[in-house]
């Protein structure tokens, strides 16, 4: 009975490792993809986002080098409500901070992280 217990929970370490080693390996791999990337390399990018009800939200997305204002439905529709002005938003981000500028503790994370 006492062989059985012991058989049992080491068996359960090494299930609990490797579930460790397979979460793991799924963070480096978003790390390394464009999950994690920054917002200035990125094409496409939502620079500033706002919900007006539960499922109706607007949105600044930046794509390319315009600004467009985008509108979010509840049945996941996007409807293009216009396009700003680019000096307009930039000077506003430069005020209000970039939305796509990395927390500090997500900067020291990924500075870790071995590079190929």
């Keep these: 009975m006492n ?3 012991w058989t049992q929970y080491f068996l359960a370490l090494f299930v609990v490792g490797f579930m460790l080693l397979g979460l793991w390996l799924i963070v480096r791999g978003l790390a390394r993809g464009r999950m994690l990337s920054s917002a200035k390399r990125r094409l496409v990018t939502v620079v500033e986002s706002t919900m ?3 499922h109706v ?13 985008l509108g979010g439905g509840k ?10 002005p680019a000096a307009e938003v930039e000077a506003w981000m430069g005020t209000h901070g970039e939305s796509g500028a990395r927390p500090k503790w997500l900067a020291n994370l990924t ?6």
């Design 52 to 54: 007006l009800s539960q």
């Design 75 to 84: 049945d996941g529709s996007v409807s293009s409500l216009g396009e700003l």
């Design 57 to 69: 939200g607007v949105f600044v997305v930046k794509a390319g080098g315009r600004y467009l204002l």
């Design 3 to 5: 062989g059985g217990f």
């Design 111 to 116: 500075a870790l992280r071995p590079r190929p």
